[in-house]
């Protein structure tokens, strides 16, 4: 994995030859800011191909500790609504955006159709889930089993279940959450000089192209061939003859 300073310091090393200086307007913070505005972009487009977003673009919320990544629940207007800060995550498509655990079960996220639904589905209702729209979270708990209706439904979530149910007691609940981040900053542990760039490596060369295609007018390319001989030879010719 790159850093982000790395990267940025290639691209450098396209549109300046890897020259600065302090009257250039395209300072780092700019670059910054193209890279945070392509990657989101090229982000999408990957998922949108379906291929499956990797782990490594997902980034923690919350501040450095124990309960990093922790987002608070509290009963509000009879719904169990987020009360922690939620950082600006890249939307996809179905919230794909983020990633939310419970007792090692994965919470689903759900569109306001389905997170209706869900609560009165046979089998859904004793899944938890959780539904965002525009920025607020609303979690709903699951329901605990009672008598055999899944059959053997497993542990994982059974104790995902019981572990909201205490929780909920005390009029908080605490769900571990995951989210692709507009502002890799917002994670507290992330450092552009020394962290892994939350995108995947084999999308790199993407990025790099799209930035300095779209902001700087430069395009990556390999020179055409200047001579219909049938070979590929895009060097200086003249009456025929290469020059030397």
Not at 36 to 56: C, K, M, T, W
Not at 124 to 146: A, D, N, V
Not at 170 to 179: D, V
Not at 222 to 229: L, R
Request: charged letters at 25%; zero cysteines; a negative charge.
């Amino acid at each position: 994995m790159q850093t982000e300073l790395h990267i940025i310091n290639t691209i450098w090393d396209t549109v300046r030859a890897g020259l600065k200086n302090q009257d250039d307007p395209i300072n780092e913070r700019l670059m910054r800011a193209y890279l945070a505005s392509h990657r989101g972009r090229i982000l999408n487009e990957h998922y949108v191909n379906a291929r499956q977003l990797p782990d490594e673009v997902f980034q923690n919320f919350g501040a450095v500790g124990p309960n990093q990544g922790d987002v608070t629940f509290s009963l509000t207007r009879n719904q169990w609504i987020a009360t922690s800060a939620i950082p600006t995550v890249i939307r996809f498509k179905e919230n794909f955006g983020f990633m939310a655990e419970k007792e090692h079960y994965i919470v689903s996220f759900l569109n306001s159709e389905e997170f209706r639904n869900n609560k009165y589905d046979r089998y859904g209702k004793f899944h938890p889930s959780i539904q965002y729209i525009g920025r607020e979270m609303i979690l709903y708990t699951g329901i605990q089993q009672t008598g055999n209706p899944l059959g053997d439904l497993p542990s994982v979530l059974n104790n995902a279940v019981a572990a909201i149910a205490t929780e909920a007691l005390g009029n908080k609940i605490t769900i571990k959450m995951r989210g692709v981040l507009v502002n890799p900053d917002d994670d507290a542990l992330y450092d552009f000089n020394t962290s892994a760039y939350p995108f995947p490596n084999e999308l790199l060369d993407k990025l790099i192209n799209s930035v300095t295609a779209r902001d700087f007018n430069v395009f990556l390319r390999t020179k055409s061939d200047e001579v219909g001989d049938g070979r590929d030879n895009p060097g200086q010719y003249q009456n025929g003859k290469e020059l030397d």
